[in-house]
RNA sequence: GCGGACGUGGCGGAACGGUAGACGCUGGGGACUUAAAAUCCUCUUCCCGUGAAGGGAGUGCGGGUUCAAAUCCCGCCGUCCGCACCA
């Protein structure tokens, strides 16, 4: 009998083991079904926590299971190794961001190797390093050649101290997150990708992805955000600025004789001219730019407008005229930046009208007879009846509306059309730490490629970061080239890439990595697409959009045939901890606290400690547990098992010590039944059909993702062999738990099946498989019911027959209180599980 | 406001419409030990019943369908998440 089992020895050992046998590198040419299981790939933060782990753990399990069952694995891991947090290290400590980046990527690497993934180290790659981020820019210049990038001026969120643009999570209550000033709207020609050009196509595809999450589907739906309508146009009773029309979009048609009034955006080309004559005009426009853009603001806002004095006529009708403002509430960038106003049954119209004493009119109802119930508190917006319509009156919502685009399309004066909410993806950035954009802007020939033969165009490592702005338009050299196309003096693109662009392909890398090319489509297609996804629910929406807009974009240009990358997406939860603050208010790490009976103390000082919420672990909160420090203390394995065990996956996970030393506990029991020696003589059926059962139990909660019951599962395996006398069952019972615990406790694994003496790694040995005869017991627990209430059970033999199965539960003394002497009106049997008497 | 998810013991959570509370944590009792740790055994939804037998209540609340509802339907209440002036 050996003693406890010592993971901090074992871990390593077979940690090197499988490194030295190349365990889980990917043959991309074997004949095995192949199986692609992917974790989004993380940031290189420096440290790696439990959240981290859990994420990884889960795909680890779904990798080694699937190995076992005979598939060639493909398990890759990777760094997300661009972004800000580089550069504000380099501000704040003069590091230089790759620096920084590669020594945290080499801290990372090591945390990830002690918690023993079967990882394919040998395609390890980090979107930083040259050799990625130079064919990304080839495959931008794919996209550029292929009409799909184009530039143009947009409005930002600019910080005028630090001199770059903030994305719109860095602006907090209308100052920059970091410099503290306020925040400036700034027009700057950026990058697009046209994503909106395949709006309709990822709304479509959305149907196809059957193991996405109900939730992630819904999300992307209203992000891409469709929605059918009328585009037509007002004639302006006199033009402006030589403009005759105001063009409006609308969903609601039907609703055009309850108008009241025309509204244009701040930024509308009308407002614009009326602005540059008209003071008071220009100052509403300027007002309308300084409101904030954050949702509080956005809520509290008040509809304001400004009466232009101008007048359209309705196009059904050219007596009626209707008033044009300039409106805070209309945006220019969804349909045509201008709107006619319904203030019956539009909740922002109605809000408008009531400020400035425009008519409110019904002209929708539940029933006809309704047609002049004035509108109340609220706009209607439910469809119903047309009233109060003219020609419509007394057709439905949708036939209205239908009718009202045939007739604007015979006339001429609109046509139905189609709006999405997507908008193109500006991927500029005026930072350093990013991929370059492979551009050359010439003074006469324009935006310019740069040739494929001077990829990649690298960083300069020669760069400062004591004062704002982007260092590399500061460098003095780097941007001065010359012309690709005209040999005359030219700048280079100073922006790099969105962050989003470089984790839009990087499942494709892995699975393919030629040095003179992004990918080998032949070798890609092999993989792809990623048959598991798992990764956190906040990528719901960009990085799944943007790598799979990617990929259609790929499939468009003849590189790679797939339309989806992700066949199935996870989402797996957080893990979140208890928060402790002093009484100061400062927040204390779950190190500096102990418990002290139904209270917390601080272990330095005795005073009492505040337990806070459970909340997702956080730098600023102090209650991140990070990964090392439970490795060390409990071994890789009980970690793991502790980080499956307690929550379906996709919940959140509190962390706890009670937990984690459970976990561990476990780990000992194995270690325990492995090595318990006794005669391997004899069956035990009963044990047998319950390690026949658990087989197939696992298996079937792992196929589903579901880690917890699979855990509960064998608990109760290790449990029932714990307790069974010596047998050759039990033997065999035991080598199969060693089998089944092996994805998510594979040291453990490999160490039990070494003192059992087996041959070869766990890592390679196929997985148990069942046999359906052993699922089922002779005998059976009937429930026996009364008027559906439990009142007994009896174990009778399997297949027992309907009468006989009455006669039994009749005979239950039970049974026979409960009735009373009365006689059963009715008998419901359900073989081989219960029997309910109706009295 | 719109959309989505969820609501079960002290806690995390199990439960093809068919024995609610598997499994884990916590807690109680016990064994081993000079003692402790570790380990093992055992109990642990609540109420009545000394105990056992037995009975009652019970899956957010109120209805309904069904022989039978945590599960299906209708209406509320609450919590969490996402989007948000998208015409």
Do not use: C
């Given at each position: 009998m050996t003693g406890r089992f010592d993971p901090n020895e074992a871990d390593r050992r077979w940690q090197a083991r499988w490194a030295e046998e190349a365990c889980f590198a990917a043959d991309s040419d074997s004949d095995k079904p192949k199986t692609y299981v992917l974790e989004m790939f993380p940031y290189p933060s420096g440290r790696l926590h439990v959240g981290h782990a859990r994420n990884y753990t889960m795909g680890d399990v779904l990798a080694r299971y699937r190995r076992m069952q005979g598939h060639e694995v493909l398990h890759p891991m990777g760094w997300d190794a661009f972004g800000m947090p580089a550069e504000n290290a380099a501000m704040e400590r003069g590091i230089h961001p790759g620096t920084w980046t590669r020594s945290n990527i080499a801290a990372m690497r090591e945390q990830l190797k002690r918690l023993g993934f079967a990882l394919d180290w040998s395609r390890e790659l980090a979107t930083c390093d040259p050799a990625y981020y130079g064919h990304e820019q080839a495959l931008f210049l794919d996209l550029f050649e292929a009409g799909l990038v184009y530039r143009k001026e947009s409005e930002v969120n600019w910080d005028p101290v630090d001199m770059t643009v903030l994305a719109n999570e860095q602006v907090i209550d209308g100052r920059g997150w970091r410099s503290g000033a306020p925040v400036e709207r700034r027009k700057l020609a950026q990058w697009f990708l046209k994503i909106t050009d395949f709006a309709d196509d990822l709304l479509e595809g959305l149907k196809t992805l059957d193991q996405w999450p109900e939730k992630v589907r819904v999300m992307q739906e209203n992000w891409i955000g469709k929605s059918r309508g009328l585009q037509f146009r007002f004639r302006l009773t006199e033009p402006v600025g030589g403009t005759e029309d105001v063009e409006v979009f609308t969903t609601r048609p039907d609703t055009i004789f309850g108008a009241s009034f025309v509204a244009v955006a701040a930024d509308h080309p009308i407002a614009r001219s009326l602005a540059a004559t008209d003071a008071k005009a220009a100052e509403f426009v300027a007002e309308c730019k300084a409101g904030g853009t954050s949702a509080a603001e956005i809520e509290t806002a008040e509809k304001k407008g400004y009466a232009t004095g101008l007048e359209v006529v309705h196009p059904l009708d050219p007596e009626w005229r209707l008033p044009v403002y300039i409106a805070n509430f209309v945006l220019m960038d969804y349909g045509t930046g201008a709107i006619f106003g319904v203030p019956g049954h539009d909740h922002r119209d109605f809000e408008f009208a009531t400020q400035y004493d425009l008519p409110i009119q019904r002209v929708v109802a539940a029933s006809s007879e309704l047609a002049s119930e004035p509108i109340g508190e609220e706009a209607a917006c439910s469809p119903g009846i047309a009233v109060n319509s003219r020609f419509l009156d007394g057709l439905t919502t949708t036939q209205a509306a239908a009718e009202i685009i045939r007739r604007a399309e015979a006339a001429g004066w609109g046509h139905g059309t189609v709006q999405y909410r997507l908008r193109d993806w500006g991927v500029s950035r005026q930072r350093y730490w990013g991929t370059p954009i492979p551009i050359i802007r010439c003074p006469s020939c324009g935006p310019v490629p740069v040739p494929r033969d001077q990829l990649p165009v690298v960083l300069p490592e020669d760069v400062s970061f004591d004062s704002p702005g982007n260092p590399l338009d500061r460098h003095p050299s780097w941007k001065h080239v010359k012309c690709p196309a005209c040999g005359g003096a030219a700048m280079r693109e100073t922006d790099t890439f969105d962050t989003f662009v470089d984790s839009s392909w990087y499942f494709i890398r892995f699975a393919s990595q030629p040095t003179d090319a992004p990918f080998d489509r032949a070798e890609a297609e092999k993989w792809l697409p990623v048959a598991q996804y798992i990764g956190g629910v906040e990528h719901a929406i960009l990085h799944l959009l943007y790598a799979r807009f990617w990929t259609r974009a790929l499939q468009r240009?003849?590189?790679?045939?797939?339309?989806?990358?992700?066949?199935?997406?996870?989402?797996?939860?957080?893990?979140?901890?208890?928060?402790?603050?002093?009484?100061?208010?400062?927040?204390?790490?779950?190190?500096?606290?102990?418990?002290?009976?139904?209270?917390?103390?601080?272990?330095?000082?005795?005073?009492?400690?505040?337990?806070?919420?459970?909340?997702?672990?956080?730098?600023?909160?102090?209650?991140?547990?990070?990964?090392?420090?439970?490795?060390?203390?409990?071994?890789?394995?009980a970690a793991r098992w502790f980080l499956l065990s307690d929550s379906p996956p996709e919940r959140d996970l509190e962390w706890s010590e009670g937990g984690i030393e459970g976990a561990s506990r476990f780990v000992q029991r194995v270690w325990k039944l492995a090595n318990s020696t006794g005669t391997d003589d004899g069956e035990d059926a009963a044990l047998g059909r319950k390690l026949h059962r658990t087989i197939s139990g696992v298996s079937d909660a792992i196929e589903a993702l579901q880690f917890n019951k699979a855990v509960a599962q064998l608990y109760e395996l290790a449990s029932t062999i714990e307790k069974a006398r010596p047998s050759a069952t039990r033997a065999d019972a035991i080598r199969t738990l060693v089998l089944l615990i092996a994805p998510m406790a594979p040291h453990l694994a490999e160490e039990c099946w070494f003192v059992l003496g087996r041959e070869g790694l766990v890592a390679n040995a196929p997985w148990p498989s069942f046999d359906p005869a052993m699922l089922v017991d002779d005998q059976v627990t009937l429930a026996v019911q009364v008027n559906g209430k439990l009142r007994d059970t009896v174990t009778a033999p399997r297949g027992l027959d309907r009468a006989a199965a009455e006669a039994l539960a009749l005979s239950s003394e039970n049974v026979r209180r409960q009735l009373a002497g009365a006689a059963p009106r009715k008998i419901i049997v359900v073989p081989d599980r219960l029997v309910n008497i109706v009295a």
């Open positions: 240009l003849g590189k790679l045939d797939m339309a989806e990358p992700f066949n199935g997406l996870f989402t797996q939860g957080m893990v979140t901890h208890e928060t402790y603050r002093a009484g100061d208010g400062s927040w204390l790490s779950p190190d500096e606290v102990k418990r002290d009976g139904d209270d917390w103390v601080h272990i330095e000082d005795g005073h009492p400690v505040i337990a806070g919420r459970v909340e997702k672990m956080s730098k600023s909160k102090r209650n991140v547990i990070d990964s090392d420090t439970i490795v060390q203390r409990y071994g890789a394995d």
